[in-house]
């Protein structure tokens, strides 16, 4: 049984910083990517950023690139998002997910979705 399970969110200043945690286990395929994607309040799910299972594959939003940094420790099999300069904007659920197989890093390829952490940047 696929297990996605976030955590790290929660209230920050416009400027401040979070880094968020994903733990995933329940699955043993060899070829996946665990991403980051977030939803604002009354807007559709986007993409952050994916990391495949062989560490050597990035991929990020353009619109995230300069903020948001998305690291692996393979051994605990967690995936971290760090956030950088939050701003109000940046308000929002905070959701990981796996995909299986060769797939684009896109809310529609996800395969499974952990239950979502809130961030809400705010003074």
């Known amino acids: 049984q696929v297990q996605l399970v976030e955590s790290g969110g929660g209230l920050v200043q416009p400027g401040g910083s979070l880094r968020l945690s994903c733990a995933a286990s329940?699955?043993?395929?060899?070829?996946?990517?665990i991403g980051w994607f977030r939803q604002a309040p009354g807007k559709g799910r986007e993409t952050i950023a994916c990391i495949s299972s062989n560490e050597r594959d990035e991929y990020y939003a353009d619109s995230m690139k300069s903020r948001f940094t998305i690291s692996r420790d393979k051994a605990k099999n967690t995936v971290f998002l760090q956030m950088n300069n939050l701003k109000p904007e940046d308000t929002g659920i905070y959701y990981c997910?796996?995909?299986?197989?060769?797939?684009?890093?896109?809310?529609?390829?996800?395969?499974?979705w952990g239950q979502g952490t809130q961030v809400t940047v705010s003074s």
């Open positions: 997910a796996v995909l299986f197989g060769p797939r684009l890093c896109v809310p529609v390829d996800v395969d499974y």
């Open positions: 329940g699955f043993t395929k060899s070829l996946y990517a």
